[in-house]
């Protein structure tokens, strides 16, 4: 086929048609709207080749985004519209001052929703009446004050097992692997919680692998951003269903475990624990919310996988950068032990009451929280209906990222903000600082509002407990030939490119 002049002249024109309206679309989102600002686009593919071709990790693109754009700018990537909103100022009046428009979560995608059960989860359901029953639920049965203190045997005997691990490490290997240890722990705490069982460490281990391949899987695709090609990824679709039938295998039979216990009485092999009710699962199994009536397996695997994937990662990169800090730095790390034993002496017994004592232990966690945030942006949240935020307009539904670690990197806002100094909170720029971001955003490792994390005093809790008692029992030192090393990558949460090894030499024959 041969073109001629005149077609030649109708391509080019439509081009330049398309380019116009391209430029049009991606500013405005397709209408009379008023978006924030962004990179202009490609046709149809928005930002989303120029994204993927710059092979570096979207941080590091927001962060020179966020100086070309200011506070408030979009990305158009694919047919998926994303505000990003890095000021304090415009977090907080999102989050907390017009707190109930900014609460909602924006679609799903068909993955997603395989694993959502079609949004039943607390962290994706749409702001709501099926949220609202949820979370109350949650807050009701695991971090209520009294239900926090029913059950704290579970965390005496998982910290327990935990020290006794460490030091067989420790002998085995003459050092000891944090974040793996930790995240063994947190995790056997959490299925206690939720099924009120004590379960032998290969079946948690098993769960921890399934969770972190769902949290892999359900992380964004290029389908998430242009749907038109979800049918070339039928693959994908595929293993993701073989992934869930994996899931629902290894938590159905425990499920089916409890309510045995709960209605019938069961336990032949002992390995329910929890008296009748105290276990998340149980008031699960009588919960009929308004919009979706009683609840069934499906339901139950992924509301308890919530929880546990929640609560696992995040608590446990925590302790890690903690204790990374501890050994570089000794002087904290000794400070830190002076307090320990002023409190509960050396072989004291560290309750749950004492580490609210030490005001030490919560400034290193605090700071660790500022420097190390385990998340460097929220969950994605959405607009209930059209609102106005910075002067622009957020369509409702589009995707609204906020990108909280600026907070904490903004030499503005931090003195010296790369560096590592727990005194700060103690007499310095973070004294008074509200981590809950409710009277203002200088740091949110939980989020604010609505959506803030509603576990966080228990996922402090977790850390403030492990720290404590590994550094009452342990010194802790740098490996000689591998010693810590500050380098982050991007997993679920930010964690250390080479995950922190180091040497514990027991305190017992030690002089402070
Ligand atoms: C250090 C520990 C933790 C950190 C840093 C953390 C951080 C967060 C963040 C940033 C969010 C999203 C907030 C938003 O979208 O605005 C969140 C939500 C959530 N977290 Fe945590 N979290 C931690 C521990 C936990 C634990 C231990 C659990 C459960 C036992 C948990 C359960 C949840 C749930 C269910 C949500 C969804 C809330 C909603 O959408 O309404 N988290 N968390």
Redesign the pocket.
């Known amino acids: 086929m041969e073109l001629n002049l005149i077609d030649l002249f109708i391509i080019g024109l439509s081009l330049v048609f398309l380019r116009l309206w391209w430029r049009y679309w991606s500013a405005t989102g397709g209408g009379r709207k008023n978006l924030p600002p962004g990179p202009p686009g490609w046709p149809l593919v928005g930002n989303l080749v120029q994204i993927i071709l710059q092979r570096r990790h979207f941080v590091f693109i927001i962060r020179e985004l966020r100086k070309l754009y200011g506070p408030i700018f979009t990305l158009q990537m694919g047919q998926r519209t994303m505000v990003i909103v890095t000021d304090p100022r415009l977090i907080h009046e999102a989050?907390v001052q017009r707190g109930p428009t900014f609460a909602s979560?924006p679609p799903d995608s068909p993955i997603r929703l395989v694993f959502s059960v079609g949004k039943c989860a607390?962290?994706s359901?749409e702001y709501g009446p099926l949220?609202r029953t949820l979370?109350k639920n949650?807050v009701t049965e695991?971090i209520t004050p009294t239900r926090v203190k029913q059950c704290s045997w579970i965390r005496k005997w998982a910290v327990e097992n935990h020290m006794k691990r460490i030091k067989t490490e420790s002998f085995e290997k003459g050092f000891v692997e944090v974040m793996n240890n930790c995240r063994l722990t947190i995790c056997s705490i959490?299925i206690c919680?939720c099924f009120g069982a004590k379960i032998s460490e290969e079946r948690i281990k098993k769960i921890e692998s399934i969770l972190k391949d769902v949290m892999l899987i359900t992380s964004p695709q290029l389908p998430d951003f242009l749907p038109i090609l979800t049918p070339l990824f039928h693959r994908q679709m595929k293993e993701a269903k073989a992934l869930r039938k994996r899931q629902l295998e290894c938590l159905v039979p425990l499920i089916s475990s409890r309510r045995a216990f709960v209605e019938k009485g069961e336990n032949p092999n002992q390995e329910m624990v929890s008296p009748i009710g105290a276990a998340y699962i149980d008031s699960l199994f009588g919960l009929e919310p308004a919009t979706r009536g009683p609840l069934g397996e499906e339901e139950f695997v992924t509301l308890c996988s919530?929880?546990i994937s929640?609560?696992t990662d995040?608590?446990a990169t925590?302790v890690e950068w903690a204790l990374l800090h501890l050994v570089m730095n000794q002087e904290i790390q000794g400070k830190l032990y002076q307090e320990i034993v002023d409190c509960v002496g050396k072989d004291g017994d560290i309750k749950e009451e004492d580490v609210e004592k030490m005001p030490y232990l919560d400034a290193i966690v605090k700071e660790t929280?500022r420097r190390h945030?385990?998340?460097h942006f929220?969950?994605s949240?959405a607009a209930t209906k059209d609102a106005e935020l910075g002067g622009y307009t957020i369509p409702a539904g589009v995707h609204v990222e906020?990108y909280t670690a600026w907070v904490t990197e903004n030499p503005d806002i931090w003195s010296n903000p790369s560096e590592f100094k727990p005194e700060r909170f103690l007499h310095g720029d973070g004294v008074g600082v509200d981590i809950t971001g409710t009277r203002g955003v200088k740091m949110v490792?939980?989020?604010?509002?609505?959506?803030?994390?509603?576990?966080?005093t228990?996922?402090?809790l977790?850390?403030n407990l492990l720290v404590a008692k590994m550094v009452q029992a342990f010194k802790w030192l740098p490996v000689p030939d591998s010693p810590p090393d500050l380098d982050e990558t991007y997993a679920f949460t930010v964690v250390m490119k080479n995950p922190l090894k180091a040497v514990i030499v027991p305190r017992k024959g030690i002089e402070v």
């Not at 490792?445 to 966080?456: E, K, L, N």
């Open positions: 989050l979560r607390i962290n359901a949220w979370r949650f695991l959490l919680l919530e929880i929640a609560g995040t608590s925590t929280f945030p385990p998340g929220l969950l949240h906020f490792p939980f989020g604010a509002g609505r959506r803030i994390c509603p576990a966080w228990l996922g402090v977790h850390i």
